[in-house]
């Protein structure tokens, strides 16, 4: 028996890339075949691991589902703080900026079919609703922070309630029109009334809760 050891961070490391890999296939396969599609196998096949492999660290389907959810939030959560961490940059105004990139981002082909997936399972999976809702929750919290409204006063509450507004017509964005040419005067007209909307009723509830902070 070899008396050789092996460095003590190796076997961790190895096994952090191989779910890193098969969690980036479970992604990939999600969006390209929707949920019907979601296999264990179908995954283990895009990632190229044996399925046994792939069972060492995901046991079932479920487990999977779960733990590619966490990345996806996660992900998700360091584009959007980027987001807001430039808010303050010098250019457009920050509301005009933020409601730019939301809206470009609803029909982002990289985000918007995976998010539509999750939607479609968190009408019967406790913990996909539950991670989606704690998404948009602390994205509120984010753009609240970072528009400079930390009061719980009732126009800064309103202006809350008003990024939850932002928050349907964006996931309604995603469900018109990701799937139709984006290239045509219907989707240009919709894209450029939907930003002037919101954002003159954003900007408005941002001027009122500034003017109430302490």
């Not at 409204?149 to 008003?162: E, I, N």
Request: aromatic content about 6%.
């Amino acid at each position: 028996m070899s008396t050789t050891s092996q460095p003590s961070g190796r076997p961790n490391r190895t096994g952090a890339a191989t779910r890193t890999k098969i969690i980036d296939a479970a992604i990939a396969v999600l969006a390209e075949k929707g949920f019907s599609g979601f296999t264990l196998q179908a995954v283990a096949a895009r990632a190229e691991v044996v399925y046994g492999n792939l069972t060492h660290h995901y046991p079932s389907r479920d487990k999977l589902v779960e733990a590619m959810l966490e990345a996806i939030l996660e992900r998700y959560r360091a584009r959007f703080d980027a987001l807001a961490a430039s808010l303050d940059s010098p250019g457009e105004s920050q509301i005009r900026r933020l409601v730019t990139w939301l809206m470009d981002d609803a029909v982002d082909p990289e985000t918007a079919p995976v998010l539509l997936e999750l939607w479609a399972m968190a009408t019967h999976n406790p913990k996909v609703a539950e991670g989606l809702a704690g998404l948009y929750d602390g994205a509120v919290d984010v753009c609240m922070r970072s528009l400079g409204v930390t009061s719980r006063s009732p126009s800064a509450l309103r202006l809350r309630d008003s990024l939850y507004v932002l928050g349907t017509v964006l996931e309604g964005t995603s469900s018109i029109f990701y799937n139709r040419a984006r290239d045509g005067a219907v989707y240009e007209g919709f894209r450029r009334e939907a930003i002037e909307l919101l954002v003159s009723v954003l900007e408005l509830r941002l001027a009122e809760a500034k003017d109430e902070q302490p």
